[in-house]
């Protein structure tokens, strides 16, 4: 059993976040219906309280704003842009409390700086404990790791990094080797490096767990194809993960069902042992892929669209700007986030995997330029690697 599941976590204060607490207390990582909706409404409202009274910034963003009422008036729930949080720090509890101060880039670029004080960091990491037992991934026999993401070395802060050396903590680690290694002097893709942990895991015949961002596993598989190394069993029980996007590297992209299908021809995976999974350093609440290979709103979470041209709320199978709501943080008024990612929402009925929550799909990112993010940036490792 994972400690992520079984350790405690308690909100900063337990009279004024009752229902944030009872509401991140739910087990079930997809259940939505009356009873949570109603619980919901309420955590917002605690949430919106104490971001009001901790952070001047948002008292203002708030003012003559009244009381949810109801799961419809999250539409009238304030947001912050993404973006906002590349150029501002804001906090709603004081630096000393703060545990972790993630970033969204890598090396270069515009970045957003959060703030995780001890609650925000634990209930976070219990949410993606949940959806792993859900999905039956934590186990307690040893597995190998290759992970795409940033190597390890002293001051790394990226949220990229710090998820991947989290979701090691599900089943112990017999090895560990990075897609992306510290040269000394930064990161680099390293194809020779990775393809030679894979032809390893091969031999070795032991559940493989590859996380991170399915630009550099897609250029380790163009790299065998083009060395002629034949097609790799690996065990059964081995598990891809994605994390993060091509944004940089658009030109190179290929289909996911078609990286899907490649991962299984040369590398044995079975196709629902493939998930991709979304994210951000701005609004950190995991939405993982199910067995369909959709995006699901989590117990803890909901989602809406919103129109590019009025900002206001669109109805399922409409493409919009995505809104991401959760009271869940404590540390930074980031309950209700826009991104800069478009998306469509879609009812739980349309994906047929029998999860009652709805799902969104990922269209890209509504202009990139001065929007940088952890996917950008790395993808820049990958030019003249590939």
């Given amino acids: 059993m994972s400690p992520h599941l079984t350790d405690p976590a308690t909100v900063p204060d337990t009279v004024a976040l009752k229902n944030v607490q009872a509401l991140c207390d739910i087990a079930d990582p997809y259940r939505h219906d009356a009873e949570t909706d109603a619980l919901f409404v309420a955590a917002m409202n605690e949430s919106n309280h104490w971001h009001v009274r901790r952070s001047p910034f948002y008292a203002n963003l708030f003012d003559g704003m009244t009381e949810l009422k109801s799961i ?27 545990l972790v101060n ?46 795409y993401t940033n190597q390890p070395q002293p001051g790394l802060k990226t949220g990229s990094a710090r998820t991947g050396q989290l979701l090691t903590d599900f089943a112990p680690a017999g090895t560990v080797d990075y897609g992306l290694a510290h040269t000394g002097t930064g990161h680099e893709f390293d194809a020779f490096g990775s393809i030679r942990a894979l032809q390893r895991f091969a031999e070795e015949d032991v559940p493989v767990r590859v996380f991170g961002f399915p630009a550099f596993l897609s250029f380790t598989l163009d790299r065998m194809r083009a060395l002629g190394i034949p097609p790799l069993k690996l065990n059964e029980r081995s598990l891809v993960l994605f994390g993060g996007g091509w944004k940089g590297n658009a030109d190179k ?36 892929e199910c067995p369909n290979h959709n995006l699901h709103v989590p117990t803890w979470s909901r989602a809406l669209v919103r129109s590019v041209r009025t900002l206001e709320p669109l109805p399922f199978g409409e493409r919009g700007y995505l809104q991401f709501i959760s009271p869940y943080i404590t540390s930074a008024p980031a309950q209700s986030v826009l991104m800069g990612d478009l998306g469509t929402l879609h009812a739980p009925q349309e994906c047929g995997c029998g999860t009652p929550t709805p799902w969104f799909e990922i269209h890209g990112r509504a202009g990139i330029s001065r929007n940088r993010s952890c996917a950008i940036a790395a993808a820049e490792l990958l030019k003249d690697k590939s």
Avoid: C
């Fill in 102 to 147: 993630p970033t969204s880039s890598g090396t270069t670029g515009q970045k957003s700086q959060m703030f995780w004080d001890e609650w925000t960091v634990r209930s976070g990491q219990r949410m993606i404990a949940r959806i792993f037992d859900h999905y039956g991934w934590i186990d307690a026999d040893p597995v190998s790791y290759l992970l």
């Fill in 253 to 288: 992209q290929i289909a996911k069902p078609e990286l899907y299908r490649r991962i299984n021809g040369q590398l044995g995976i079975p196709d629902a042992r493939i998930r991709d999974a979304y994210g951000s350093v701005e609004h950190s609440i995991p939405y993982i």
């Fill in 72 to 98: 419809e008036d999250l539409t009238r729930q304030p947001y912050i842009h993404a973006n906002f949080f590349k150029m501002h720090e804001i906090l709603s509890v004081p630096r000393e409390d703060v």
